[in-house]
Each structure stands twice: as C-alpha cells, then as structure tokens.
C-alpha cells in the first residue's frame, strides 16, 4: 500500500497581537487524508514541538530532547506516575463499567473526597472534564434556585460546551459580532493590579463585592433572578489574578440574599496546589461555597472530573424528576486512578512541595522584579505564580510581544512555559507538582537572562521611582514595591526592608 501525506492543520492563536501566519504540519501515515479542525490550537504554533513520552515534571520530544514543564497541571502528581500507571492498569484488567452497578471504588473515592472538603460539600456527581462538571454545576443551580440568571467574572473561563461559553468572557470575548446572553451578567475582575481596584485602595474586598451586588440589582429591575455566581477560585487563563481576601465572603452573602448560589470553580487551582490548603477557595477564611468543580488535576491527565455540592441542592436536583446518568464519570478504572492521586499527593507530601517550592520560585522572581523594568507583578499561591509583563510601570502598558518573545526562547532552552491573560503578558507558572527548587533555579535564570538581552535591546532602565494610580487615588513607591499587593490580598508579594536586605544577598543557584 502506498504511503500517503496526511495533512493536519494546526493553526496559531488569532487575536490582537499576533500576526503570524498559521502552520500547516505534516505527517507520515499509512491512511486516508484527513484535517483537524482549523480552530485547533497548539503550544508554540510557530514553532511546534511532538512529544513522545514524559516522566515526572519533564517532556521528551521525538528525538529524545528533554524539556521542563512549567505548563502542566493537568499531570498533578508528576507525568506518568508508576503509582498512578499501576492503578489504572490493574482495574482495567479486571472491570470498567459504568457507575450503574456497584462498585467499592466509587465509595472509596467519593469518601476520600469528601474528607478533604468542608462537612456541608457531601455529595458528588462524578462526570468527565472540568467542562462537563461546570455545565452541571450550572444546571443544579437552576434547579434549586427556579432562576436563570449567572454572574461571571471579566476575563473568566468554565469550559468549551456552549452553556459555558456564554459565561467566559476570556472565549466570549474573541467571537465576531457575538452579542451576551441576556441572562449572562459579567463583574468585574478582582485584579489588584491592573483592575479598577487596587492594592492602595483601602477595602478591594468590598469594592469588586459591590460590583457584584450592583450587578444583581439591575437584573432585578428588569425582571430577572441571578441563579448562580461562578468564579474561578484563582483566575488561571484571566492571568493568575488572586482575588482580595474577604471577597467570595462579600459576594456569598450579596449571592445568597438574591437566592442565588456560590458556584467555586476549583478546576485549574484543587487537590494542593496552593500550598497551604487543599482548595483553593479555602484561601478565603471560613468561607464554604454551594458547589465546587473538579477536574483536570484529578485524574493527573485521565479524563475525570466531578462536582461537589450540599443535601439541599442534590435533592431539589432529584425532585426535578429528571434522572441523571454518566456512562463514564465514576467508573471503576476512573475511580481508581483518582484513589491512587490522593495516595501519592499526600504519601509524597506535594502539597507542602508546592508551599516550599512555590515560595522560592516567588522568591526568586522577586528579584527579577527589583532588576527588570519589564517585571510589573509577581503574584502567586503556592505552585500556581505568575509574573506580569509591562512595558510602563506607570501606565501598566502590556509587555505582550516580550512576553511571547520570552516563551519561544525558553522553548529554545528546553523549557515549556506559557503566557496568559487577557493582554497575553502574564507568564504562568503551573507545573506539576513534583517541580523542584533546582527547576526553579534554572527557569529563573534563563528569564533573566531574556529579560536582560530584551531590556538591553529595547534601551530600558529601572527608574528611580514610579507612580501608581487608583482612580483617584495617587501615591510615590519605590520600583521594588509598585505592583506589590499588601495587606489587601492573598499571596501577593509584600516588601519589607528587612525583606529587601536578605533578597539582595540571595543569587540564583548554579
């Protein structure tokens, strides 16, 4: 038989700032020609790399090169985890079957779960991607509620399936001549460093929560009742935005008083990533949502996910007559595989790995900050960081193009990084779990080396000092503490004297 060319059409991101053209690649293969979609997207269009194999927080192309993941959270627990490999192998010899027979694997999983969330989050519905645990979440909050309004945050992403689209502004906003839903209301961001409150404001927390209960008013003026409010516990693809503490409590209560529900997307941030707690949302002291989704990191890449709600909700969801059946969320091979995440998350103690870790790696791109004009924020919990680019520190201008610069040439070195936010000038650091200080070493001194040939080319210097603006509000910093968020939100950098003295007798490690 004849081999023929197989075309796949791999297109690169289409949006303001990119104006290259799209890759056609090609592969060898002994089939018909076919194409992928042209929406398709892949890591470094313009210059994509095949991956092969991957071992911990690595990656091996085609020709054996290795390169550090600093993407991937979906391979939690380290790519192909022997503990993880094992326990999917061993069920799948003895039984896969869908959660309409018994099986103890489920039990076991859901009580494991369910030990690591607050009492009232007590029964789960076991479904396939992060995607599908959202458009459910959705679904049982109008149920409960009779309402159909959602409130969504600025720069938000749920998922792809079309009731989620409507509630994330970071796709929705791409579509030509796309009009929002009626019943979709967006707030604003709570970004304390590029949204409309800040870190020199003195109560963001009430400030972005107001914005919320403003929202919810107008919806009722015109007839309309907010079902749900869902936020991203810590806005991944909006830019690593770490919200205010004290806001998800502010927003319940506006949330709930309008006969609503707290919806807390927990798929890119869950299961330890933030170092000091398990989820994410539990950054915001003694708060509880109504619902969490789980998905990506739950299954270290197997397609799993579940949602996670109250009695109440679960049962006004069963007294709406309508059965609900997953033919694979819950099987006993998924089950299995999600049991066996757990063990090593905590046998291996990634949890406190990503605490130590992420803090050095913070650590460490403080000083970038302090050296490069280009750095505007650091910001980050645990092993979920991420360092915005700026051309203007006064004017927070979008370092988008250095940004893109800065990831094709960590490419170049062998490390796998990306770029997000809604101007695409966050760099994002989310690796998997087993990432070492070693690894955050030589990240950060490639980053610095960039940053200096960039800087150099482009003829910047670090000023002497720079403003900041909040609406009304003005004031001096010195270049080390602009874009520093104190005592107002969670996980951001704080910059002390004393700070300052040990950090600028700390040099990268060989």
């Given at each position: 038989?004849?081999?023929?060319?197989?075309?796949?059409?791999?297109?690169?991101?289409?949006?303001q700032?990119?104006?290259?053209?799209?890759?056609?690649?090609?592969?060898?293969?002994?089939?018909?020609?076919?194409?992928?979609?042209p929406?398709?997207?892949?890591?470094f269009?313009?210059d994509?790399?095949k991956?092969?194999?991957?071992k911990?927080?690595?990656?091996?192309?085609?020709?054996?090169?290795?390169?550090?993941?600093?993407?991937n959270?979906?391979?939690?627990?380290?790519?192909?985890?022997?503990?993880v490999?094992?326990?999917g192998?061993?069920?799948m010899?003895l039984l896969?079957t869908?959660?309409?027979?018994?099986?103890?694997?489920?039990?076991?999983?859901?009580?494991?779960?369910?030990?690591?969330l607050?009492e009232?989050?007590?029964?789960?519905?076991?479904?396939?991607?992060?995607?599908?645990?959202n458009?459910l979440?959705?679904?049982l909050?109008w149920?409960?509620?009779?309402h159909?309004?959602?409130?969504t945050?600025?720069?938000?992403?749920?998922?792809?399936?079309?009731?989620?689209?409507n509630?994330?502004?970071?796709?929705?906003?791409?579509?030509a001549?796309?009009?929002?839903?009626?019943?979709?209301h967006?707030?604003?961001?709570?970004?304390?460093?590029?949204?409309?409150?800040?870190?020199?404001?003195?109560?963001?927390?009430?400030?972005?929560?107001d914005d919320?209960?403003?929202?919810i008013?107008k919806?009722?003026?015109?007839?309309?009742?907010?079902?749900?409010?869902?936020?991203?516990?810590?806005?991944?693809?909006?830019?690593?935005?770490?919200?205010?503490a004290?806001y998800?409590?502010?927003?319940?209560q506006?949330?709930?008083?309008?006969?609503?529900?707290?919806?807390a997307?927990?798929?890119?941030?869950?299961?330890?990533?933030?170092?000091t707690h398990?989820?994410?949302?539990?950054?915001?002291?003694?708060?509880?949502?109504?619902i969490?989704?789980?998905?990506?990191?739950i299954g270290?890449?197997?397609?799993?996910?579940?949602?996670?709600?109250?009695?109440?909700?679960?049962?006004?969801?069963?007294?709406?007559?309508?059965?609900?059946?997953?033919?694979?969320?819950g099987?006993?091979?998924?089950?299995?595989?999600?049991?066996?995440?757990?063990?090593?998350?905590e046998?291996?103690?990634?949890?406190?790995?990503?605490?130590r870790?992420?803090?050095y790696l913070?650590?460490?791109?403080e000083?970038?900050?302090e050296?490069?004009?280009?750095v505007?924020?650091?910001?980050?919990?645990g092993?979920?960081?991420?360092?915005?680019?700026?051309?203007?520190r006064v004017?927070?201008?979008?370092?988008?193009?250095e940004?893109q610069d800065?990831?094709?040439?960590?490419?170049?070195?062998?490390?796998?990084?990306?770029?997000?936010?809604?101007?695409?000038?966050v760099?994002?650091?989310?690796p998997?779990?087993?990432?070492?200080?070693?690894?955050?070493?030589m990240?950060?001194e490639?980053?610095?080396?960039?940053?200096?040939?960039?800087?150099?080319a482009?003829g910047?210097?670090?000023?002497?000092?720079?403003?900041?603006?909040?609406?009304s509000h003005?004031?001096?910093?010195?270049?080390?503490?602009n874009?520093?968020?104190?005592s107002?939100g969670i996980?951001?950098?704080?910059?002390?004297?004393?700070?300052?003295?040990?950090?600028?007798?700390?040099?990268l490690?060989?």
């Open positions: 038989m004849a081999q023929e060319v197989v075309s796949a059409h791999f297109p690169a991101t289409k949006n700032d990119d104006h290259h053209d799209h890759q056609l690649l090609q592969y060898q293969c002994i089939k018909t020609p076919f194409s992928f979609s929406s398709c997207k892949v890591f269009s313009h994509p790399i991956i092969v194999r991957a911990g927080q690595y990656m091996y192309d085609e020709n054996g090169v290795r390169y550090l993941d600093c993407i959270n979906v391979a939690h627990v380290g790519h192909s985890h022997p503990m490999v094992k326990a192998a061993e069920q010899e896969n869908n959660s309409r027979f018994l099986h103890d694997n489920l039990v076991q999983y859901a009580q494991r779960l369910q030990a690591t607050p009232k989050l007590s029964v789960c519905y076991f479904v396939n991607s992060g995607s599908e645990a458009d979440a959705l679904r909050a149920e409960y509620t009779g159909k309004d959602v409130i945050l600025d720069n938000a992403y749920h998922g792809h399936v079309s009731s989620l689209i509630i994330s502004p970071y796709k929705f906003h791409q579509l001549n796309a009009e929002q839903s009626k019943s979709v967006v707030a604003l961001s709570p970004d304390l460093y590029r949204g409309n409150y800040r870190q020199d404001h003195p109560d963001p927390a009430t400030a972005y929560a919320v209960n403003n929202l008013q919806a009722h003026e015109k007839g309309h009742k907010v079902a749900a409010f869902i936020a991203e516990s810590l806005q991944s693809c909006g830019g690593q935005v770490i919200p205010p004290g998800f409590q502010k927003v319940a506006h949330v709930h008083q309008a006969g609503g529900l707290f919806i997307d927990e798929v890119q941030v869950g299961f330890g990533r933030v170092g398990f989820w994410a949302f539990q950054l915001q002291e003694d708060f509880v949502p109504d969490v989704t789980m998905g990506k990191p270290n890449g197997h397609p799993m996910s579940c949602v996670v709600t109250t009695r109440e909700v679960a049962e006004a969801f069963k007294n709406s007559g309508m059965e609900y059946f997953n033919t694979f969320g099987n006993p091979v998924s089950c299995a595989i999600g049991l066996a995440v757990l063990d090593v998350i046998k291996e103690d990634l949890q406190g790995n990503a605490l870790v992420g803090g913070m650590r460490l791109l000083q970038q900050k050296k490069h004009p280009l505007g924020d650091i910001r980050g919990r092993l979920f960081v991420g360092a915005e680019l700026v051309r203007d004017k927070l201008t979008p370092a988008t193009a940004a800065i990831i094709y040439k960590l490419k170049e070195q062998h490390i796998l990084l990306s770029a997000d936010g809604p101007h695409r000038n760099l994002k650091f989310k998997p779990m087993c990432f070492s200080e070693e690894d955050a070493d990240v950060v490639k980053i610095d080396q960039i940053l200096t040939d960039i800087e150099k482009l910047l210097q670090m000023p002497s000092t720079v403003h900041t603006e909040n609406g003005k004031r001096n910093v010195q270049p080390e503490e874009g520093c968020h104190h107002n996980g951001h950098s704080r910059d002390t004297s004393q700070h300052h003295a040990s950090q600028q007798n700390k040099r490690r060989p």
